[in-house]
């Protein structure tokens, strides 16, 4: 083997040499620190990676909380719109109730004013009416006009001892009276004469009241009047209570 081959393989050793020298003194720390620092990266890139899954989850239960959220909100928004328009139609009804109440009530008291209105006139007409009657009798006034009051005063005592005695008996009329028409009334009663008693009323302007125990006979002009009050009173109610 010649020199320069010797030379070239001895070269070729110690550079072989060289390199297991320099790759186990240098390039070995090297990828130490190349693998320290990818398994750095590694371990940086999986926490980024749990980081991001946890912002994901994060967000999810943020959105999921948002819409629970504005399911309740608008849940409340409806609760809110029923109870007002509840309250809105309670207080439409209260209104209504309070208006019919008013109605009726203006009603009521319209009715008792015309009724009122009504018993005023009654009351005028029969006091017209007893003018009226007083006028006449003042025009006829005589014996034949106490006869008849007188009669008709005996025809109702007769019908009255239907019901029972009479007895005590008392007599009114406009004058003091004699024998004759106390006589006739204490007959008619079913009573001694004795047994009726007699006063003067001036107010009855003629005929006779007479005062039993089972009632009043009254064949008097103010009685005639008061009669044509009663039943001009009883009709009018009778038409109220038809239109009412």
């Given at each position: 083997m010649s020199t320069t081959w010797v030379t070239f393989l001895f070269e070729a050793a110690n550079f072989l040499l060289l390199a297991a020298v320099l790759?186990?003194?240098?390039?070995?720390?090297?990828?130490?620190?190349?693998?320290?620092?990818?398994?750095e990266l590694e371990s940086?890139?999986?926490?980024?990676?749990?980081?991001?899954?946890?912002?994901?989850?994060?967000?999810?239960?943020?959105?999921?909380?948002?819409?629970?959220?504005?399911g309740s909100l608008e849940e409340l928004r409806e609760r809110v719109q029923r109870e007002a328009a509840d309250?809105?139609?309670?207080?439409v009804e209260s209104a209504r109730?309070?208006?019919?109440?008013?109605?009726?009530?203006l009603q009521q008291n319209l009715v008792s004013l015309?009724?009122?209105?009504?018993?005023?006139?009654?009351?005028?007409?029969?006091?017209?009416?007893?003018?009226?009657?007083?006028?006449?009798?003042?025009?006829?006034?005589?014996l034949d006009l106490e006869r008849m009051l007188l009669g008709a005063a005996c025809r109702e005592l007769e019908k009255l001892?239907?019901?029972?005695?009479?007895?005590?008996v008392i007599v009114e009329s406009v004058h003091a009276l004699e024998?004759?028409?106390?006589?006739?009334?204490?007959a008619a009663a079913g009573v001694a004469a004795a047994?009726?008693?007699?006063?003067?009323?001036?107010?009855?302007?003629?005929?006779?009241?007479?005062?039993?125990?089972?009632?009043?006979?009254?064949?008097?002009?103010?009685g005639l009047a008061a009669e044509a009050e009663r039943v001009l009173l009883g009709q009018i109610d009778r038409e109220n209570s038809n239109h009412g």
């Open positions: 790759g186990w003194l240098f390039f070995r720390p090297v990828r130490d620190v190349l693998e320290r620092r990818r398994s940086e890139r999986r926490a980024a990676v749990d980081a991001r899954a946890e912002a994901e989850r994060a967000l999810q239960e943020v959105r999921a909380r948002r819409s629970e959220l504005e309250e809105r139609a309670r207080i109730a309070q208006m019919q109440r008013e109605r009726e009530s015309r009724r009122a209105q009504a018993r005023s006139l009654a009351r005028d007409a029969a006091f017209a009416a007893k003018e009226i009657v007083v006028h006449l009798l003042e025009e006829i006034q005589g001892r239907c019901s029972g005695p009479l007895a005590p024998d004759e028409p106390l006589t006739a009334l204490a047994d009726v008693s007699h006063r003067v009323d001036p107010d009855l302007v003629a005929g006779f009241r007479v005062l039993t125990a089972e009632g009043l006979v009254d064949a008097s002009a103010a």
